[in-house]
Nanobody, 121 residues
């Protein structure tokens, strides 16, 4: 059973930094893009950043220049370095791995359980 396990959330003051990690494990055959989404209270889940297995990245305009996504393909792990954090970055951050093929041949999307990021002003 494929699982995504996140870590690294917490409370930080505005202007500070946090680094999120997400490790995918459990019978993975092919994992392509991985990414991060976030959901603030009362708002819809939104894309933060994605990275392909080849290293191509995509960012939401609101985080460009402040957040950096990267991955370790050998460990099926994706990272999100968040700098110059703002109170509006406060949200639950979710790791996502779309269209993962497992060793049984099944392909489906996977989500992590979410990690809280709180930025105080």
């Amino acid at each position: 059973q494929v699982q995504l396990v996140e870590s690294g959330g917490g409370l930080v003051q505005a202007g500070g930094s946090l680094r999120l990690s997400c490790a995918a494990s459990g019978g993975i055959f092919i994992i392509n893009a991985m990414g991060w989404y976030r959901q603030a209270p009362g708002k819809q889940r939104e894309l933060v950043a994605t990275v392909t297995s080849g290293g191509s990245t995509n960012y939401a305009d609101s985080v460009k220049g402040r957040f950096t996504i990267s991955r370790d393909n050998a460990k099926n792990t994706v990272f999100l370095q968040m700098n110059i954090l703002k109170p509006e970055d406060t949200a639950v951050y979710y790791c996502n791995a779309p269209r993962v093929r497992d060793v049984t041949g099944r392909t489906r999307d996977y989500w992590g359980q979410g990690t809280q990021v709180t930025v105080s002003s």
